[in-house]
T-cell receptor
Framework: DADVTQTPRNRITKTGKRIMLECSQTKGHDRMYWYRQDPGLGLRLIYYSFDVKDINKGEISDGYSVSRQAQAKFSLSLESAIPNQTALYFC???????????????FGPGTRLTVT | KNEVEQSPQNLTAQEGEFITINCSYSVGISALHWLQQHPGGGIVSLFMLSSGKKKHGRLIATINIQEKHSSLHITASHPRDSAVYICAGGSQGNLIFGKGTKLSVKP
């Protein structure tokens, strides 16, 4: 089974709808991240969480919210979807560094979201 | 100016060629990451390095901290190496990504 899973893998929704993307991990990592990828722009950070009680905005958080329900689960919500939120969304996890541990990031398979 | 820049943007090579992808960064980082994104979209981490050089199979990554520059080399390239290669610089896990280099290796 994959270490980092995302659901759904593909979603088409209409403008104004609320949508939630979910991410689960079995790596036991403290840190979780949500990115979006747009053609020609690369990956950009939306939100990140260093532990269950520590959530931080990234570069492009407007229009998004997140919830860290448990160490293993980190959800991304679009409260009222708009067409320019059409993108490929990735969840990732990493350890928190320290002796013998690294910040290497492990990515989920991605969710392709289309807002019409 | 982007904080992490890669070159070239696109690269086409013949099977067996030696390939170099470059990454320059202008931000302070504690580590430089190289990632590979497969044509199907999945992203895997290839290297994370903060100094010197790392090697894994036919892939070699180097970093020069003073010059704020890293390179990813692929020896004896193969069509299965065709992918987008992404460098990212970060501190304590928060990464700023380059836009990627799309590599196509022809048989």
């Amino acid at each position: 089974d994959a270490d980092v899973t995302q659901t759904p893998r593909n979603r088409i929704t209409k403008t104004g709808k609320r949508i939630m993307l979910e991410c689960s991990q079995t790596k036991g990592h403290d840190r979780m991240y949500w990115y979006r990828q747009d053609p020609g722009l690369g990956l950009r950070l939306i939100y990140y969480s260093f532990d269950v009680k520590d959530i931080n905005k990234g570069e492009i958080s407007d229009g998004y919210s997140v919830s860290r329900q448990a160490q293993a689960k980190f959800s991304l919500s679009l409260e009222s979807a708009i067409p320019n939120q059409t993108a490929l969304y990735f969840c990732a996890t990493s350890d928190s560094g320290g002796r013998g541990r690294t910040y290497e990031q492990y990515f989920g398979p991605g969710t392709r979201l289309t807002v019409t | 100016k982007n904080e992490v820049e890669q070159s070239p943007q696109n690269l086409t090579a013949q099977e067996g060629e030696f390939i170099t992808i470059n990454c320059s960064y202008s931000v302070g980082i504690s580590a430089l990451h190289w990632l590979q994104q497969h044509p199907g979209g999945g992203i895997v981490s290839l290297f994370m390095l903060s100094s010197g050089k790392k090697k894994h199979g036919r892939l070699i990554a180097t970093i020069n901290i003073q010059e704020k520059h890293s390179s990813l080399h692929i020896t004896a390239s193969h069509p299965r190496d065709s992918a987008v290669y992404i460098c990212a610089g970060g501190s304590q896990g928060n990464l700023i990504f380059g836009k990627g280099t799309k590599l196509s290796v022809k048989p």
